[in-house]
Nanobody
Framework: QVRLVESGGGLVQAGGSLRLSCAASGSIFSFDVMGWYRQAPGAQREMVATITSGGKTNYADSVRGRLTISRDNAKDTVYLLMNSLKPEDSAVYYC??????????WGKGTLVTVSS
């Protein structure tokens, strides 16, 4: 069973930075895509950023240029460096992994709160 453990959320002032980490374990297959999604109260879950095993990245327009996704394939860990945070970035951030052979998995989420 794949297990995803997120860390790094918290409370930060607008303009500040946070770094989220997500460590994956329990898979016998490599992760084709790892990514971060977020869900604010009353809103649908949305894609924030994804990265393939080859390093190709994709960002939501609202975060491009401020957030950077990266991964360490040897550690099955994905990171999200968040700079210039805005109050509208406040949400629960979920780690996601996808493997064509192993399936799709979600973490339990980590809360990010950006105060104005």
């Amino acid at each position: 069973q794949v297990r995803l453990v997120e860390s790094g959320g918290g409370l930060v002032q607008a303009g500040g930075s946070l770094r989220l980490s997500c460590a994956a374990s329990g898979s016998i297959f490599s992760f084709d895509v790892m990514g971060w999604y977020r869900q604010a109260p009353g809103a649908q879950r949305e894609m924030v950023a994804t990265i393939t095993s080859g390093g190709k990245t994709n960002y939501a327009d609202s975060v491009r240029g401020r957030l950077t996704i990266s991964r360490d394939n040897a550690k099955d860990t994905v990171y999200l460096l968040m700079n210039s945070l805005k109050p509208e970035d406040s949400a629960v951030y979920y780690c996601n992994t996808y493997s064509q052979l192993g399936g799709n998995y979600w973490g339990k989420g980590t809360l990010v709160t950006v105060s104005s």
